[in-house]
């Protein structure tokens, strides 16, 4: 079983940026497909962007294309979202999330979560 941790986030000016990891423990990282989510008030879990088990696949979720990149690093068992160029739209909880045999934007589909951590945009 995955264990996923994630950190970084806090508090960001708008137009500024972060970094949020996902570390991972107690299983083969470099078997899962990653994801990152977000969630804010009031509103649904949203895709943010994912990564395949080998690096060599990203995609994104509309509001962050070309501004958020995604990485990782299997050796350390982390994937990394680099966060730029951040609106006050981008505040919310965001999740790391490992799919062991699905490839997919879909929350549902992946099996293990973090807790999720705190990322506010504001001046």
């Known amino acids: 079983q995955v264990r996923l941790t994630e950190s970084g986030g806090g508090l960001v000016q708008p137009g500024g940026s972060t970094r949020l990891s996902c570390g991972a423990s107690g299983g083969a990282f470099g078997t899962y497909n990653v994801g990152w989510f977000r969630q804010a008030p009031g509103k649904e879990r949203e895709f943010v962007a994912r990564?395949?088990?080998?690096?060599?696949?990203?995609t994104y979720g509309d509001p962050v294309k070309g501004r958020f990149t995604i990485s990782r690093d299997n050796a350390k068992n982390v994937v990394n979202l680099q966060m730029n160029s951040l609106e006050p739209e981008d505040t919310a909880v965001y999740y790391c999330a490992a799919a062991a045999t699905v490839w997919t934007t879909e929350a549902y589909r992946y099996d293990y979560w973090g807790q999720g951590i705190q990322v506010t945009v504001s001046s």
């Open positions: 990564i395949s088990l080998n690096g060599l696949t990203r």
